[in-house]
């Protein structure tokens, strides 16, 4: 088969919408973003049209090895910059300073080799005091640590393959702190928290709101009680009481002050306002001018709406208005939270949410003005909560972590942690940590023609390194992180499926721990190529083993004895129906094949990894099939639903892979709680997934959805279809 090229369009249609937004949106900020992204695509579009950017293959950058970490931007496309290279940060400069040297990487590269540097090097690797954001920035640890132990030669190898880039890559850790029990894990650290607050500036909605009610809604009960004192048998101005005049123009004098001091509140200007109608009628008639035709009907009104000033009713509801408007805002209270942060670490947690979301002291009311007892709002005490350092199925249970792809954010502390305890030397370990949880960050680029992503091994620094680990002496601690992170993926979010930075933590697990778990990558169905690596095979195969002949298998009409008999590309396009052509949708129903007889991972979970989830493959069953329900619910009027029900079918096939592992007993009583839960729906719902579960009783009952034995509402429920879906029309 001919190698695929990578077509430039992509990258022109991105510049095009990052030059729109950069001339028209109204935030700076954003315009700004907006700007860089258009400046990346632009060095993307150069690349590619003078040869230099290589997009699609493992070394796009000309003249910088596979395992250098890239620019990369949206889509996988390398820009062609250096993660490490560019101008020095601000401790390369200040190093260089100390150490008399020119600002250049490659004189700071030179000096961390002779006896001063290399003794510095262990210092940090002892002290722990580093930071290591890019894999690149433990390459000198290592070779300090190389040195230190004694391996000459694996320092040597290293500094031949980093040597020749060392005036263009940063090989220097940074400066940092002592790091957290790598037993916890936290979603933002507290400068992301305090980024947060800080931005929470006050609202000018809610500021000029509490104005009108402190302010202006009292001048104008003023303004009208003076005009109540001229009314007679109904007529507004009919008499002029003693001293009226002149209690009138200091009304007008304090308006004039209070207007020049009050002004995030316009609506005391509006000429068709009734409080401007009684002030410029007062105007009017000190100047000796008719009032406004509207004086009356403002007068009356204003008292019909809110009762004569000074009534019980009236005083009631100015009570309650300036109640409101002495609340505090969520900005000031904020900034409360904000100062009770600001001892805390930066690139850490908060060991309790507790202390930092208590109501306010009297010491803070003092200080803020805020009253004391005033209670933190939930979104403040949300917003903290991302920062609690904790288990990870303490942050899931909390519901800190809301999904899939935010635990797989986190899983890399608790591999980084796992794996590097096959290094003897503790000081080996932590920086090996580093640099797997750096690598972890970095950006997957766009491969082409089954190419494969770089593997941290393949870093040489982590290579040489790899010679002193301990074989098999952490395969039970990897193994039981691996159990536990795979029953948590399970038990916290059935129903959705497991995104590729989490596949990629389980497979290193699964290699650290000796599994033999071929564990398969979501494609993008819009840069498929038609064909699957080898992996895809062996999974399906290692799926067969545990679902052969059971309910899944039954249901998508899949023979897992025959599977070895054509290619599995072949068998995914003919699964699929063989959509002619090529299309985001065709591809989609090829990829999804694929997913139902790998099961997209799910059967490596349960056999070898052995996940062991606690509500049960039924409680599962029943709740992937809550998240269906929820899915195709929000198919009802959707202009565009493709999205949601290709989620919608995910979910359901999860569904069926768990209930195809509980006994008979326990899928009859599924499948009937699942009917009964889905009659609680709405008839849109109902009306489309009825079918589907009458497809799935027809199976169970033993026949077919491909042997003409099925009722004729029956339906298998798939999410990609080249020629429009039923669903939405059904």
């Known amino acids: 088969m001919d190698e695929v090229q990578v077509n430039p369009g992509y990258a022109a249609g991105q510049m095009a919408r990052a030059f729109s937004t950069a001339m028209s949106h109204e935030d700076p900020g954003t315009r700004r973003r907006a700007e860089e992204r258009l400046a990346r695509w632009g060095r993307v579009l150069d690349g590619m049209r003078d040869g230099s950017l290589s997009i699609g293959t493992r070394t796009p950058v000309a003249g910088l090895p596979a395992w250098a970490t890239l620019e990369v931007a949206r889509g996988g496309f390398a820009t062609g910059a250096a993660a490490a290279g560019g101008d020095l940060l601000g401790f390369e400069t200040d190093a260089a300073r100390r150490a008399g040297l020119p600002a250049r990487r490659e004189a700071l590269f030179r000096r961390a080799l002779t006896e001063e540097g290399v003794r510095e090097l262990g210092e940090r690797?002892?002290?722990?005091?580093?930071?290591?954001?890019?894999?690149?920035?433990?390459?000198?640890?290592?070779?300090?640590?190389?040195?230190?132990?004694?391996?000459?030669?694996?320092?040597?190898?290293?500094?031949?393959?980093?040597?020749?880039?060392?005036?263009?890559?940063?090989?220097?850790?940074?400066?940092?702190?002592?790091?957290?029990?790598?037993?916890?894990?936290?979603?933002?650290?507290?400068?992301?928290?305090?980024?947060?607050l800080g931005a929470h500036g006050p609202s000018p909605a809610v500021e000029a709101m509490n104005e009108a009610l402190a302010v202006w809604n009292p001048f104008a009960d003023e303004l009208l009680e003076h005009w109540l004192e001229t009314v007679r048998d109904g007529r507004v101005g009919a008499v002029e009481p003693d001293g009226w005049r002149e209690r009138g123009a200091a009304l007008l004098v304090r308006y004039g002050r209070l207007a020049a001091e009050h002004t995030r509140c316009a609506k005391h200007r509006r000429p068709k306002e009734n409080a401007a109608i009684l002030r410029t009628s007062l105007a009017d008639v000190l100047a000796g001018r008719e009032p406004s035709r509207l004086l009356r009907h403002a007068v009356e009104s204003m008292v019909a709406k809110r009762g004569t000033p000074g009534s019980a009713e009236h005083a009631a509801l100015r009570a309650r208005q300036a109640a409101d408007a002495a609340r505090p805002t969520h900005h000031a209270i904020a900034q409360v939270v904000l100062a009770r942060l600001a001892d805390e670490p930066d690139d850490a947690g908060v060991p309790?949410?507790?202390?930092?979301?208590?109501?306010?002291?009297?010491?803070?009311?003092?200080?803020?003005?805020?009253?004391?007892?005033?209670?933190?709002?939930?979104?403040?005490?949300?917003?903290?909560?991302?920062?609690?350092?904790?288990?990870?199925?303490?942050?899931?249970?909390?519901?800190?972590?809301?999904?899939?792809?935010?635990?797989?954010?986190?899983?890399?502390?608790?591999?980084?942690?796992?794996?590097?305890?096959?290094?003897?030397?503790?000081?080996?370990?932590?920086?090996?940590?580093?640099?797997?949880?750096?690598?972890r960050d970095r950006r997957s680029l766009l491969l082409t023609n089954l190419e494969s992503q770089v593997r941290l091994h393949e870093l040489p620094w982590v290579r040489a390194a790899e010679r002193h680990r301990r074989a098999g002496a952490t395969t039970a601690r990897v193994r039981g992180v691996l159990t536990q992170l795979a029953e948590l993926a399970l038990q916290g979010f059935p129903?959705?499926?497991?995104?590729?930075?989490?596949?990629?933590?389980?497979?290193?697990?699964?290699?650290?721990?000796?599994?033999?778990?071929p564990f398969t990558e979501e494609l993008a169905a819009d840069i498929f190529m038609g064909r699957f690596s080898g992996k895809f095979t062996k999974a399906a195969v290692r799926a067969g083993e545990l679902l052969d002949g059971t309910l899944y298998a039954r249901y998508y009409g899949i023979d897992y004895r025959a599977l070895g008999a054509r290619r599995f590309d072949d068998l995914c396009k003919a699964r699929a129906g063989g959509p002619g052509g090529w299309s985001v949708a065709a591809n989609g129903m090829v990829i999804e094949q694929a997913q139902i007889l790998t099961t997209h991972n799910l059967a490596l979970l349960v056999h070898p990894i052995g996940a062991d989830p606690l509500d049960g493959w039924d409680g599962l069953a029943r709740r992937a099939f809550g998240t269906a329900?929820?899915?195709?619910?929000?198919?009802?009027?959707?202009?565009?639903?493709?999205?949601?029900?290709?989620?919608?079918?995910?979910?359901?096939?999860?569904?069926?892979?768990?209930?195809?592992?509980?006994?008979?007993?326990?899928?009859?009583a599924t499948i009937a709680w699942m009917q009964d839960e889905l009659d609680r729906h709405p008839p849109s719902t109902v009306r489309r997934l009825d079918p589907v579960l009458a497809g799935l009783?027809?199976?169970?009952?033993?026949?077919?959805?491909?042997?003409?034995?099925?009722?004729?509402?029956?339906?298998?429920?798939?999410?990609?279809?080249?020629?429009?879906?039923?669903?939405?029309?059904?």
């Not at 132990?149 to 190898?157: F, I, K, S, T, V």
């Not at 020749?164 to 850790?173: E, G, I, K, S, V």
């Not at 899915?631 to 209930?659: C, E, M, S």
């Not at 009722?711 to 429009?724: E, I, K, Y």
Request: proline share 8%.
């Open 125 to 196: 690797l002892d002290d722990e005091r580093y930071e290591v954001a890019l894999p690149e920035e433990s390459a000198l640890l290592v070779v300090a640590w190389l040195l230190r132990a004694g391996d000459r030669a694996g320092a040597l190898e290293v500094l031949d393959e980093i040597g020749p880039f060392a005036d263009r890559l940063r090989f220097l850790p940074r400066p940092g702190t002592q790091p957290a029990d790598a037993s916890l894990v936290h979603r933002e650290p507290v400068r992301e928290i305090r980024w947060r």
């Open 352 to 439: 309790a949410v507790e202390p930092f979301v208590r109501p306010v002291t009297v010491d803070e009311a003092r200080r803020t003005g805020v009253a004391e007892g005033t209670a933190v709002p939930g979104w403040l005490r949300a917003t903290v909560e991302t920062a609690l350092e904790a288990p990870v199925t303490t942050l899931v249970e909390r519901g800190i972590v809301p999904s899939a792809e935010v635990l797989a954010t986190l899983v890399p502390q608790l591999t980084a942690a796992a794996t590097a305890e096959a290094y003897a030397d503790p000081a080996l370990q932590r920086v090996m940590a580093a640099t797997y949880r750096a690598f």
């Open 495 to 517: 129903g959705t499926i497991l995104p590729n930075p989490l596949i990629a933590e389980f497979r290193t697990l699964a290699e650290r721990s000796g599994l033999d778990a």
């Open 629 to 668: 329900c929820r899915l195709v619910r929000k198919v009802h009027g959707n202009p565009r639903p493709p999205a949601t029900i290709k989620d919608a079918a995910y979910a359901w096939r999860q569904a069926v892979f768990f209930l195809a592992l509980c006994g008979l007993k326990e899928q009859v």
């Open 697 to 730: 009783r027809h199976v169970l009952a033993g026949g077919g959805l491909d042997d003409g034995t099925a009722p004729p509402r029956a339906r298998r429920l798939l999410g990609w279809s080249a020629g429009g879906h039923w669903m939405p029309h059904a």
